[in-house]
């Protein structure tokens, strides 16, 4: 066992390196919209800031430290895509191990495979909350499953509540395996009362171990005077966030669309699923325990992820790989199936062809399509005897970033109005107040008087370049966009831009607005 597992997770790091090599810096030198947020957050938090309080965003407090950490490694984002390499390969192992539980070595690695092969599908630009709660997922299920599988004491619940608090500091939504587990473990404490005592007891423990983890979070805040600022940025803004548009079945046609072919055996094995539970419910003596709670684990599973996924109603490519979990599972379950009710007596061996046939057909390919960036990669370093640094100037908008530079000085301040903080993080240039952008101004029942004043008082201060950058963003109107009128409480502040502020450039392709303070 130990050299099977020891082999495997040789295999499953070489893929995952291969599968993150095309967003390392070298080939994405300028962060994405979201990235930048976290990287800005964790260049501050090395600066003795403190999310929330310092830094303005709605995400959970551990995304950021994840960044801090990876900087704090190389200097650079390298650390950061090294973190990344490490959450997504541990992630992988537990999926394998999660599935090794249930089934035999091949519907396992199989199955840990495909649900690889089919995250650059919906990676986007990586280093996402939902990539790295992979890990708290998969984990969760992992000891989930051990401690059906072995009864003696509850340390394995524990772990599932700390999975549990880990995925949740990334992201509210990020707990669909660990809603799933719980309702199970509910649904045995009602419908078997020989196990409710022992099941109170497995919840109880589930609990004290995300306890744990939220105490630590709120005692850490509290210390620092952030709770306040947290429990309103990640909760109230978020819940205010989500109201802007309902639950989009287009959005759930965009993921079957985009994950195609594994969306369609995912479908199949939910079918199997399906057949195997009816057959127990026809059989009930027939039913091996651990492979029935498993099933019944993924078909609670299946409709909460698939939900908490898409209840914001936006069809971001990186909301889909919350499915990659589901899909895995699902994945595992066709193989067994359709190897189990083939009429074949040579199950094991029906049962390793088709996991063989399923890697090969769907997994060589995005494999071997990502061997160039990584040979490059390698070649690169080896010339140069160092990490690459990235290069601003050979993507277009390094001329933003050059621009800032030339135009302002290290303790200058810069507002990016709209959503770049890239470029505050790059440039190393500070916002005059907490707001690294400014999309909490655009929605109506979360703005407040309170942090209008908060803005508007620091831009008197401190006078700082106002960037607009909203001339491809549609999520929040320009400086002089006539649609703040609806929203009467940001006057003052955009009547202020506009007095003591002129537009003095127009800069690059995406028409990045200029805005210099002239005085009084």
């Known amino acids: 066992m130990k050299k099977e597992l020891l082999l495997t997770a040789i295999f499953l790091l070489l893929t995952v390196v291969v599968i993150l090599t095309p967003i390392a810096p070298l080939y994405q030198p300028i962060p994405a919209r979201d990235q930048s947020v976290y990287l800005y957050v964790g260049q501050q938090i090395l600066e003795g800031a403190i999310p929330y309080r310092d830094v303005w965003d709605h995400k959970g407090p551990l995304i950021y430290y994840i960044n801090a950490l990876g900087l704090s490694l190389t200097g650079s984002v390298w650390g950061v895509w090294f973190l990344e390499v490490v959450f997504l390969?541990?992630?992988?192992?537990?999926?394998?191990?999660?599935?090794?539980?249930v089934f035999d070595f091949a519907t396992a690695f199989s199955s840990a495979i495909l649900w690889l092969v089919a995250l650059p599908l919906v990676l986007d630009h990586g280093s996402s909350?939902?990539?790295?709660?992979?890990?708290?997922?998969?984990?969760?299920?992992?000891?989930?499953?051990?401690?059906?599988?072995?009864?003696?004491?509850?340390?394995?619940?524990?772990?599932?509540?700390?999975?549990?608090?880990?995925?949740?500091?990334?992201?509210?939504?990020?707990?669909?395996?660990?809603?799933?587990?719980a309702l199970v473990l509910l649904s045995i404490a009602l419908f078997f009362p020989k196990e409710r005592l022992r099941t109170f007891k497995r919840i109880l423990a589930a609990a004290l171990g995300s306890?744990?983890?939220?105490?630590?979070?709120?005692?850490?805040?509290?210390?620092?005077?952030?709770?306040?600022?947290?429990?309103?940025?990640?909760?109230?803004?978020?819940?205010?966030?989500?109201?802007?548009?309902?639950?989009?079945?287009?959005?759930l046609v965009k993921g079957y669309t985009t994950?195609?072919?594994?969306?369609?055996?995912?479908?199949?094995?939910?079918?199997?699923?399906?057949?195997?539970?009816?057959?127990?419910?026809?059989?009930?003596?027939?039913?091996?325990?651990?492979?029935?709670?498993?099933?019944?684990?993924?078909?609670?599973?299946?409709p909460i992820q698939l939900y908490l996924s898409l209840m914001s109603g936006r069809k971001y490519l990186h909301y889909y790989i919350a499915w990659l979990p589901v899909l895995a599972l699902l994945i595992g379950f066709l193989i067994f199936w359709v190897s189990q009710y083939a009429?074949?007596?040579?199950?094991?061996?029906?049962?390793?062809?088709?996991a063989a046939a399923l890697l090969l057909a769907f997994g060589a390919q995005p494999v071997f399509s990502r061997m160039p960036p990584l040979i490059n990669l390698a070649q690169t370093i080896h010339r140069q005897?160092?990490?690459?640094?990235?290069?601003?100037?050979?993507?277009?908008?390094?001329?933003?970033?050059?621009?800032i530079l030339k135009h302002t000085q290290p303790d200058d301040y810069v507002l990016i109005w709209g959503n770049a903080s890239v470029y505050n993080f790059l440039t190393e240039r500070k916002p005059p107040a907490r707001f690294v952008y400014t999309y909490p101004f655009g929605v109506p029942n979360y703005v407040s008087q309170e942090i209008v004043d908060e803005l508007l008082f620091a831009i008197a201060q401190k006078k700082p370049m106002i960037i607009d950058a909203t001339a491809r963003d549609k999520t929040i109107p320009g400086i002089n966009a006539g649609l703040w009128k609806d929203l009467p409480i940001t006057q003052d502040l955009i009547r202020?831009?506009?007095?003591?502020?002129?537009?003095?450039?127009?800069?690059?392709?995406?028409?990045?607005?200029?805005?210099?303070?002239?005085?009084?």
């Open 89 to 101: 390969f541990l992630a992988a192992v537990t999926a394998f191990l999660a599935l090794r539980l």
């Open 129 to 181: 909350v939902e990539e790295y709660s992979l890990l708290f997922q998969f984990a969760a299920i992992y000891f989930y499953l051990r401690s059906e599988k072995n009864s003696n004491g509850y340390w394995n619940e524990v772990w599932v509540g700390l999975m549990a608090a880990l995925a949740f500091s990334l992201r509210p939504n990020n707990i669909g395996a660990h809603l799933a587990i």
């Open 211 to 251: 306890a744990t983890i939220f105490g630590i979070i709120g005692i850490y805040f509290a210390a620092n005077h952030a709770l306040g600022d947290l429990l309103d940025q990640v909760f109230i803004f978020n819940y205010h966030y989500s109201k802007l548009k309902d639950f989009s079945w287009l959005a």
């Open 259 to 302: 994950l195609a072919v594994f969306f369609q055996l995912g479908l199949a094995g939910l079918v199997g699923l399906f057949v195997y539970l009816y057959q127990i419910w026809r059989q009930p003596q027939s039913a091996d325990n651990l492979k029935t709670r498993f099933a019944f684990l993924t078909l609670v599973f299946v």
């Open 343 to 354: 009429g074949i007596r040579q199950r094991h061996i029906f049962r390793f062809l088709l």
């Open 385 to 403: 005897k160092s990490l690459p640094q990235p290069n601003y100037s050979a993507v277009e908008r390094g001329e933003y970033v050059q621009y």
């Open 496 to 520: 202020f831009i506009e007095t003591h502020y002129t537009h003095v450039d127009t800069v690059g392709s995406e028409r990045f607005r200029i805005w210099l303070y002239q005085g009084d």
